[in-house]
């Protein structure tokens, strides 16, 4: 395929475009999106999960614990509120905590505290488990599709700009 030279600008600009969208995409598969109820909020399934049971939802945050049983694994998550393309938002900001339930092994050397994590899945119930002096209502998420980002750097102490005279000498 050979580009003549008034051609180069348009395809330039359909490149660009097809890189933009892909840097958008959601990190749920399409097919699973179209089955989260997006009328359900965190709020909604949290305060009632019983009255949520089968419906699916996207929710995400940064895990707190994971717990693995004989046949499945439990990621207790501080929940965060989630971006265009599905990631938790960082800082302070939560509505509560859910539960993560998956089928098989799940390492929690890998899905360990503070790794952000957005879940699609079916609300199954709930779980009443003690937090400091209350009983605490955990909606339990049973997993479809599951995406764990990447870890965060964090930011270098260093100094950004580094100045020097001569080989091996910085000021």
């Known amino acids: 395929m050979s580009i003549s030279r008034h051609n180069v600008l348009p395809f330039f600009l359909a490149m660009v475009a097809m890189l933009l969208l892909v840097g958008c995409a959601h990190v749920i598969s399409k097919e699973v999106l179209k089955e989260v109820d997006t009328n359900v909020t965190f709020v909604q399934v949290s305060k009632a999960p019983d009255a949520y049971k089968g419906k699916t939802v996207l929710f ?9 049983l004989p046949d499945k694994t439990l990621l207790v998550v501080l929940q965060r509120p989630l971006n265009r393309q599905g990631q938790p938002a960082a800082g302070d900001i939560s509505e509560g905590r859910f539960i993560i339930q998956t089928q098989g092994f799940l390492d929690p050397a890998i899905y360990s505290p503070g790794r952000k994590i ?11 488990r003690p937090l400091g002096e ?22 270098s102490t260093e100094p950004k700009v580094h100045l020097g005279v001569g080989i091996g000498i910085g000021l």
Do not use: C, F
């Open 60 to 68: 995400g945050g940064a895990i707190i614990e994971a717990k693995n």
């Open 134 to 155: 209350i009983q605490y209502t955990y909606p339990i998420i049973e997993k479809r599709e599951l995406y764990l980002w990447p870890e965060e750097k964090s930011a």
């Open 118 to 128: 957005t879940v699609a899945g079916k609300v199954v119930g709930k779980d009443m």
